[in-house]
């Protein structure tokens, strides 16, 4: 939203391919990677990521049905927090460190004002969706 690119240019996946005739893994082991891969402690994304680049599995969903996410729900290593919020959080901690030592940075505080409002628009989301306790509230100090 706040980024100087424009469009929603891209590659997109096919709505109804049929899965590789090339990829050796059944459903259930793929669920077994994703469960080994989650008690390491990494996120959906980065397992993803190993899983195609490692493993050679181009779509954990066409394969066995589920996302990745749901998959690590089921095995309860998902976190509380979903993976997206979790990096916007993280990223405002990094930017907040940041301007203890350059107070006059208004750069990165702007960048923390839009950082903390995506926050603010993806709880309203995740409350509404029910990912998230609708108490949940992003503890902070009013940067003025």
Do not use: C
Request: net charge positive; charged share 35%; hydrophobic share 35%.
């Amino acid at each position: 939203m706040h980024a100087r690119r424009r469009g929603k240019a891209g590659s997109k996946k096919p709505l109804l391919a049929p899965i590789p005739s090339w990829v050796q893994y059944k459903s259930e082991e793929i669920e077994a990677l994703v469960a080994k891969l989650g008690k390491q402690g990494l996120p959906s994304s980065q397992i993803g990521l190993i899983l195609r680049d490692s493993y050679g599995v181009p779509d954990v969903e066409k394969i066995t049905g589920k996302k990745i996410t749901q998959i690590m729900e089921e095995k309860k290593l998902a976190s509380k927090l979903p993976e997206d919020l979790q990096n916007l959080v993280r990223q405002t901690v990094k930017i907040r460190k940041h301007m203890e030592f350059h107070k006059k940075d208004m750069t990165s505080k702007r960048g923390l004002q839009l950082t903390q409002s995506k926050i603010n628009r993806l709880s309203k989301y995740y409350k509404r969706a029910g990912r998230i306790a609708k108490d949940w509230k992003l503890e902070t100090e009013v940067m003025g």
